[in-house]
């Protein structure tokens, strides 16, 4: 794998300590800015809606640019942003920095996913975006604890001032590493708009927010969940999430590995398999051995299907992908928020803090169903010599034309 991975893997690194570290310092936050638990919440939201705004608007004003120079100017964002929380002198400008920051999420990781691709062989493009993405799956192992540490014992501001200066690092190597690939000729706006008609492109998309959402909506109320039903301790619950990031990490490489060989087959797998995996979660949270094995199965099975989703959205958006791949990532987003706000409800109805696994199950299954939806489709359209004896995926054929 070229280096210029690595420069993409950190960056995604620092954006993934930024999203989640939060979570972990919310009282440390709230407290000194006196505000409630609740309000320093918006600080979740706010990133939360500005990667899915930020995704789509950040990509359109770099259309005329290299993407090069788009992930160093996302990173300059990335890193600004990080430096105003740092130093926010009250909680409205910080929720400014948390906003800046977030605004080039989603662009860096659909722009990063492009170019990653770009680097390698058409047959090893999944296991590249994989390989960006572990930057993103680590800080979830290694980021989000050391960060949620440093916050709590010197201090929350020393951990945005660290994440900055991992901005730069990320920064740096781009400018070092990333080659200057020109862009498509002839590519414009109207053609990254274009393949948002592609119904393929869509149910993708909606498989992103289904599929992922489905894990969110249990990993949202994990704490109560593990304190209150498993029986853990208050200070389990971060060796909880680390086992959450290793499966993350491992699902992510296996994904990207699978994906290549054969994209839909690892999509069906994965998501019937988290399914099942978040229904017997209702009964394994009663039980912490269980539970803890549970938690690490849902990270590995939710991570391995971003990167064939990612690759899908590519290879069904091919010729110009920049646009509709940083609105997948926004997506993923989409399905974090619809997904807790639906597993409150279900807690806020009564029904006790393992409902939001049935929720979690539920779009899983509806995930894999559009799946399913999507190759039937792929079937018709395609003409008979696409597929031999059904031996291969449709969009590996339709790749293979692209190329």
Known sequence: MPLALLAL??????????EFVIMGL?????????????????????????VVIGAPLMTVLGTRISRKRMLMLLMGLFIAGNL????????????????????AHGAFFGIGSVVAADLVAPDRKAGAIAMMFTGLTV??????????????????????????????????????????????????????????????????????????????????????????????????????????????????????????????????????????VLALFTLTAHHKVLAAVTIALIGALGFATVPPLQKRVLDQAHGAPTLASAVNIGAFNLGNALSAWLGGLVIAAGLGYTAPNWVGAALAAAALLLALLSAALERRDSPPSAVV????????????AHH
């Open 9 to 18: 893997a950190i960056g995604a690194f620092g954006i993934g300590t930024t």
């Open 26 to 50: 919310l009282p440390e936050v709230a407290s000194d800015y006196g505000v409630s638990i609740p309000t320093a919440g918006l600080l979740v939201t706010g990133y939360a809606l500005g």
């Open 84 to 103: 105003l929380s740092a130093v926010a002198p009250v909680f409205a400008v910080m929720l400014i920095g948390r906003v800046v920051a977030s605004l």
């Open 139 to 276: 800080a979830n192992v290694v980021g989000v604890p050391l960060g949620t540490l440093v916050g709590q014992s010197v201090g929350w501001r020393v951990t945005f001032g660290i994440v900055a200066a991992l901005g730069v690092v990320g920064l740096a190597g781009i400018a070092r590493l990333v080659p200057d690939m020109p862009r498509a000729e002839g590519v414009r706006l109207r053609h990254e708009l274009a393949a948002f008609r592609n119904v393929q492109v869509l149910l993708a998309m909606a498989m992103t927010v289904l599929g992922f959402g489905g894990v969110f909506a249990a990993i949202t109320y994990i704490a109560p969940m593990m304190t209150q039903v498993a029986g853990f301790a208050d200070g389990s619950v971060t060796w909880l999430l680390v086992l959450f990031g290793l499966g993350m990490v491992g699902g992510n490489l296996i994904g990207g590995r699978f994906a290549d060989r054969a994209l839909m087959p690892m999509l069906y797998v994965s998501l019937g398999a988290l399914a099942v």
């Open 389 to 400: 004896a059904g031996a291969l995926p449709a969009e590996h054929a339709t790749t293979a």
